[in-house]
């Protein structure tokens, strides 16, 4: 079995960084601050497409540059104190590891944010490649990011598992026509989760490493 990870909310809780450089962009660009709870749902997505989703208006092409310029700015301020891997997830990637199993990531971050987030945490060293935003024309929950490794590590999909915390990975992950594990500990409800009807729901991180 190969393990598909989603990022934010799944390998690492990253609400709070988020929510803070969101709400701190919003505010630089005198734009109406969305809630916790919005930004939240929304983190499943790339803020290519939340930010409108949240700001609800239609930008011109250099105003909407600069927001996303200037959360990105925010985030890699708020980072060090805010980001952070969840309790037991470190032990799980070194099960797995051991087992020799594959394990990459799919997640709406840049790539080179996502290296720089994964280097933080000193987790990067487990994955064999991972996928950011900008290597894709189609964002979650198109499996265009699946299909990349797929072809890439020559990979069957059937022998792979999407594992993420947002109904994004879910449709994603089933798209891909892999199969799909839901985490209740990130920006999604089980409930929410559930009406995907995801293989695996995982409450638990540990319980990762059981995933066969």
Same mark, same amino acid.
Request: glycine share 4%; aromatic share 10%.
């Given at each position: 079995?190969?393990?598909?990870?989603?990022?934010?909310?799944?390998?690492?809780?990253?609400?709070?960084?988020?929510?803070?450089?969101?709400?701190?962009?919003?505010?630089?660009?005198?734009?109406?601050?969305?809630?916790?709870?919005?930004?939240?749902?929304?983190?499943?997505?790339?803020?290519?497409?939340?930010?409108?989703?949240?700001?609800?208006?239609?930008?011109?092409?250099?105003?909407?540059?600069?927001?996303?310029?200037?959360?990105?700015?925010?985030?890699?301020?708020?980072?060090?104190?805010?980001?952070?891997?969840?309790?037991?997830?470190?032990?799980? &990637?070194?099960? /797995? =590891?051991?087992? +020799?199993?594959?394990?990459?990531?799919?997640? %709406?971050?840049?790539?080179?944010?996502? @290296?720089?987030? &994964?280097?933080? /945490? =000193?987790?990067? +060293?487990?994955?064999?490649?991972?996928?950011? %935003?900008?290597?894709?024309?189609?964002? @979650?929950?198109?499996?265009?990011?699946?299909?990349?490794?797929?072809?890439?590590?020559?990979?069957?999909?059937?022998?792979?598992?999407?594992?993420?915390?947002?109904?994004?990975?879910?449709?994603?992950?089933?798209?891909?026509?892999?199969?799909?594990?839901?985490?209740?500990?990130?920006?999604?409800?089980?409930?929410?989760?559930?009406?995907?009807?995801?293989?695996?729901?995982?409450?638990?991180?540990?319980?990762?490493?059981?995933?066969?």
């Amino acid at each position: 079995m190969h393990y598909i990870f989603d990022f934010d909310g799944t390998l690492a809780d990253s609400e709070n960084c988020s929510i803070l450089a969101t709400q701190a962009a919003f505010r630089a660009c005198h734009l109406p601050v969305p809630t916790d709870a919005e930004i939240a749902h929304y983190m499943g997505i790339p803020i290519e497409r939340s930010f409108k989703e949240m700001a609800n208006r239609d930008f011109t092409e250099q105003a909407f540059d600069e927001l996303l310029t200037t959360f990105r700015s925010y985030y890699q301020q708020f980072e060090p104190d805010t980001l952070q891997l969840f309790p037991d997830m470190m032990e799980v &990637l070194q099960t /797995l =590891q051991q087992r +020799g199993a594959k394990c990459f990531v799919v997640s %709406s971050k840049k790539t080179d944010v996502l @290296k720089r987030n &994964l280097t933080a /945490l =000193q987790i990067d +060293g487990f994955f064999q490649d991972c996928i950011g %935003s900008d290597q894709v024309k189609h964002y @979650k929950p198109h499996p265009e990011g699946i299909f990349l490794l797929l072809e890439r590590f020559r990979l069957q999909a059937a022998d792979c598992v999407m594992i993420g915390d947002a109904t994004f990975d879910m449709q994603m992950g089933k798209a891909a026509n892999c199969r799909t594990c839901a985490v209740t500990w990130g920006s999604h409800t089980k409930e929410l989760l559930e009406a995907e009807e995801p293989d695996i729901v995982v409450e638990q991180v540990l319980a990762l490493s059981q995933i066969s």
